[in-house]
């Protein structure tokens, strides 16, 4: 599960990276044994934030939960806008451009 919530934001982190012309207008992180915080912005309209924390600490149900947004612009001139959880129930993006699942 843990494999599922790194890749998952990795994969975030890495859809929104910055094109190599950008230039880094904002890079905080803090990170610690049960949890992390992270924001980062360039100058081509890229941002991102999130935080995780461990949740159940010593327990076997301990799970790292991470929330977090990023906005970035397309191909197209669009901005798109994502925010997600990524938890014991998987990656759970949220997007107007995004499809969703008919309900059950």
Do not use: C, W
């Not at 360039?42 to 010593?58: F, H, P, Y």
């Not at 612009?73 to 997007?95: K, L, M, R, W």
């Amino acid at each position: 599960m843990k494999f599922i919530v790194v890749f998952a934001a990795l994969f975030a982190v890495a859809l929104a990276a910055p094109r190599p012309d950008a230039e880094v207008l904002k890079n905080e992180s803090d990170v610690g044994p049960e949890g992390f915080n992270y924001a980062y912005a360039t100058s081509d309209g890229v941002e991102g934030q999130a935080s995780g924390q461990l949740k159940n600490v010593g327990t076997e149900e301990e799970a790292i939960v991470v929330k977090g947004s990023f906005t970035y612009v397309g191909d197209d001139g669009v901005t798109y806008s994502v925010n997600y959880v990524a938890d014991e129930n998987g990656f759970q993006p949220q997007g107007a451009h995004l499809p969703v699942a008919p309900e059950a």
